[in-house]
């Protein structure tokens, strides 16, 4: 898809997904959003497609690291529950309490017991929330194994994304279908009716982004809600120009 | 200026960026940078330029809301000392601990006694923590007040940028001159030879983000630091394509 | 009951929490004990008998005061799930999640919905916690409304009790009968197989603390674990005694 | 001395506290006291006697764990500055930020140049907290070696204190010259006019806690602030009695 297209396409949505916002602010919703797929199928872009013009103290984006030592030793949903939205807020977790049925189980992190029992809490660990109000998206992002291996080239030789090469990707590579499986094994016990997966096709990743947030927006109930009257009179006198005393600026970047 | 002209010039900045922040990750590097200016100079853009292609675990924005009622109790560094780098991390303040000298002093939130308090600690405070080795910078965003009215304005009649129109923005409109004071009087007593301001310019906000950025690496000590050698081998099969069971993907989106 | 029966009583009894304890940090268990009841019963004092012995560092109490407006928007049990113990540690939670069923109840804080939903969710809030591992124990602290106006009067009176005294208390004082009420359907609801009540009489506080302190020891498994060998060799010369040089200690207390 | 003479002398020092802690309260102030001593000078003990009649809610006691890996990353005086109190809160270091200038420059984990900066920055750190209006105060328990040895090898052979007993105190028990070495840099580098330190004997416990009370409430300024009257009617029924329905009580535990 062109970045052109995928402008105009996204334009509209973003108007749609700040109006979302105030709504969310105004009505004191809250809103989780977990995003979750194959590693390279385009998480953070969605995330960021979501969030962009979006007020960051409002729209938080959870992106937790490995469990340290005492949280390992926790009740599991713990560190995460840590991080539910309050009134007014919008949360997107970059991977989320899923990784137990997924990275945690292919690369053998949780014991074959600890997924059983995960994937047997989730729905109700899941319901709780649902049922205390909170507005609860789970979107798995696909892609073939093919863009996959064209992405992990693409961050091995791109300086600028080298850092996302992770050596667990690497590792991963030869998982492809141990990840297929154990995606259809977190679907078939936790896509509920409280909380249903949403799969998305991420091998155009911009037009994934653009499903997936029309397919966010759809989801939402009427979320219109004007924005408050402001008076802006006029400032009644000629502004003034910078005047620098103790330090002046330093030399613009020059153009070319 | 152009985007084009902007995105040619900053392209070569965020592969130093990149390096940079490896360099800061292999060596345990702490890096601070606090962004204050005018109200809508443009702070969360350069923060933008200079955190959008960096690992979002490892490069933190913060920006602290209003404070609680027991963080008003606290010793006045507290919360913003909650926030300080670990090894290996860069945090950026989208505004800082210099409120006290800004928004609280000219909105009256803080007393003349807190405020000179404040400028008399700041320097120690900050010495403190460039003795403990955190690599610390500030920029001061300027802008005139006719850039400033524009601004405020396309906040108004742009629906993507309502809710960045607070009322404080509102009320601080015809306070122009008192903001110059105030960051006179900031820069005269807290410019010092451990933790100097930098004055940009950023009536232009392009030019203002490549001069900061520009500035920044500048500013920073030989951070060259090679990526580790990854072996990539050949993947050694078909790869495989997406086959989903328990749910299929929604429809992508319409490519008009 | 008498301060020398009760010390003689519990002498033994604190034996068993160290070797407890010792067995929770060994094997990493964690251990979470709920003290609910009248206000006055003494919870505060039941806490002591538990804790006082322990490791302030592996045996935690948890008293939460009102919740922020930021905690009431939140996810009902949230707060309380970031107190919950890591492998190895004890939390005793003084007041807890039961807050909703009875001070909440009757005094009007939360709604009838509220208090429903949360009777409804408890159960299986804490089947997730059991099944996670957690050593789950609850108890209710009973007392006639005699010894409550006994005690509320002490407080009252004396000065070391005075900040006991809270206005919660005296608005509670003629709700006897509604806590009651209030208490008969919270036993109804969450007393469980995997997370049962114990009530305990309290209209003796001592004799209430051997009660409470013998029966949670009596529902633990075995938790017999020999504390390691130490060596400790004799220290091969004479023992120094202090010598103070930048400063003298200041003056002892005068013995009468 | 006899627990009798102590506890008589203790009593009216008792109600200071808890007037003082009314004080604060009402007053909005903020107290941070520093144990430091000698291992089993009896820190704990001291601790206790000040807090144990005062609001668990309003007076905290810090006794942090070893940093992890992250805080060592951090500014050093980070972990420490999150726990100072907010208005209104009495704060207990059972050992402070000064672990750097004692265990760990004897124990060697923290280098000469740590320590040397810790020593320097600290005079600079707790003016900004006095500054600030924290009232600091910092005690220091001593205690021969013979004392420490007979402590120690109580805590071997009571089994409720066993767990007191940790390797640390072992590994020291034959550096008690390098621990009076380091405390004397430290008082000659630590001991200011807005900082200074108490140090009191320890040798014989109870004395030592009565002289560390007697001082810290000499210290503080008038305290006098008298509570507020509450209006305690008669209670206008007869009170109930506790009638229990879905569970009945457990048996109390038999007086002898």
Redesign the interface.
């Known amino acids: 898809?062109k970045r052109k297209?995928y402008e105009t396409?996204l334009e509209p949505m973003?108007?749609e997904l700040?109006?979302m916002?105030?709504w969310v602010r105004v009505t004191?919703q809250?809103i989780v959003v977990l995003f979750e797929g194959r590693d390279t199928a385009g998480k953070?872009g969605a995330i960021r497609a979501v969030s962009e013009?979006?007020?960051?103290?409002q729209c938080h984006?959870v992106?937790l690291?490995t469990p340290?030592e005492?949280?390992?030793?926790?009740?599991?949903?713990?560190r995460y529950?840590?991080h539910?939205?309050?009134?007014?807020?919008i949360v997107l977790f970059?991977r989320s309490w899923y990784n137990r049925a997924g990275v945690e189980k292919v690369m053998g992190f949780a014991t074959d017991a600890q997924v059983n029992?995960f994937l047997?809490?989730v729905p109700?660990?899941e319901?709780?929330?649902v049922?205390?109000g909170?507005l609860l998206f789970k979107y798995w992002l696909?892609?073939?194994?093919?863009r996959?291996?064209e992405r992990?080239?693409e961050r091995?030789d791109d300086?600028?994304k080298?850092?996302?090469?992770s050596p667990i990707d690497?590792a991963a590579?030869?998982k492809?279908?141990a990840y297929?499986e154990a995606r259809?094994e977190m679907?078939?016990r936790t896509?509920t009716d409280w909380a249903p997966?949403?799969?998305?096709?991420f091998?155009?990743q911009k037009?994934?982004r653009?499903?997936l947030v029309?397919?966010l927006l759809d989801r939402l109930p009427d979320t219109r809600c004007d924005?408050a009257e402001?008076d802006?009179p006029a400032?009644g006198r000629e502004?003034?120009?910078?005047?620098?005393?103790?330090?002046?600026?330093?030399?613009?970047?020059p153009?070319?």
């Open positions: 898809m297209e396409a973003r108007e700040v109006a916002a105030r004191g809250r953070g013009k979006l007020n960051p103290r984006t992106a690291g340290t005492a949280e390992q030793g926790q009740w599991y949903f713990q529950a840590g539910l939205p309050t009134a007014g807020e970059d029992q047997d809490q109700v660990f319901k709780m929330l049922e205390d909170i696909g892609a073939d194994q093919e996959q291996e992990l080239r091995l300086p600028l080298r850092w996302k090469l690497l590579r030869g492809y279908d297929t259809e679907l078939r896509h997966w949403t799969l998305v096709d091998n155009d037009q994934g653009l499903t029309r397919d924005p402001i802006f400032l502004p003034e120009a910078e005047s620098y005393g103790v330090l002046k600026p330093i030399e613009n970047y153009i070319a």
